[in-house]
């Protein structure tokens, strides 16, 4: 099973901040499968990026995803309160797809 | 606009069993393969089932083969998770997502998740 390490665990920042999230698997994800997600507590995940780089349908152009191979990249431009949350990466390149143990994004 | 209700959460006593449903709505039920996906208390997400468009290919996570079955009657707009021989370790919120492909396998991703029922194993 791929193995999907983020980092940092947890991110602190302020809004209208730039934040970067790294997500980093143990073996090259194939065709580059790599979908991030936002998580807020008591709410359902939130599809954001998938194919490493694709928005998913209405979501704002302050995400971005980027990467290959290896080491991919959640970007978001200019943090807003909404923006707080977890944050995973999910690999479906490999049998079984898998998650990292994601990304806490708190306000600083 | 899509959306998925699960159900039948709840607390059960080790080697129990517990049905969860998904009751979805707005969009094309037999057209999307769905899933199951799990968080257990302080963790992260773990993938456990899936389910073709038809129906007719089920996949499984290795921790929970042989004793979780996931069906779907698209009839009725709803996919189903059969727990059995329930542990501890089973316990956590249980989500039904939607796949945008009809059949990813083992290997989908995820463009709509319900908001999850909680399962918590006992005694």
């Known amino acids: 099973e791929i193995v999907l390490t983020q980092s940092p665990g947890t991110l602190s920042l302020s809004p209208g901040d730039r934040a970067t999230l790294s997500c980093r698997a143990s073996q090259t994800i194939t065709s580059d499968y790599l979908a991030w997600y936002q998580h807020k507590p008591g709410q359902a995940p939130r599809l954001l990026i998938y194919?490493?780089?694709s928005r998913a349908t209405g979501i704002p152009d302050r995400f971005s995803g980027s990467g290959s191979g290896t080491d991919f990249t959640l970007t978001i431009s200019r943090l807003e309160p909404a923006d707080f949350a977890v944050y995973y990466c999910q690999q479906y390149g490999w049998s079984p797809g898998s998650f990292g143990q994601g990304t806490k994004l708190e306000i600083k | 606009e899509v959306q998925l209700l699960e159900s039948g959460g709840g607390l059960v006593q080790p080697g129990g069993s517990l049905r969860l449903s998904c009751a979805a709505s707005g969009f094309t039920f037999n057209n999307y393969a769905m899933s199951w996906v799990r968080q257990a208390p302080g963790k992260g997400l773990e993938w456990v089932s899936a389910l073709s468009g038809s129906g007719r290919n089920t996949y499984y996570a290795d921790s929970i083969r042989g004793r979780f079955t996931v069906s779907r009657d698209n009839s009725k707009n709803t996919l189903y998770l059969q727990l059995s021989s329930l542990r501890a370790e089973d316990t956590a919120i249980y989500y039904c997502?939607?796949?945008?492909?009809?059949?990813?396998?083992?290997?989908?991703?995820?463009?709509?998740w319900g908001q999850g029922a909680l399962v918590t194993v006992s005694s």
């Open positions: 194919g490493a780089s």
């Open positions: 997502a939607r796949d945008p492909n009809w059949n990813s396998g083992e290997r989908g991703y995820f463009d709509f």
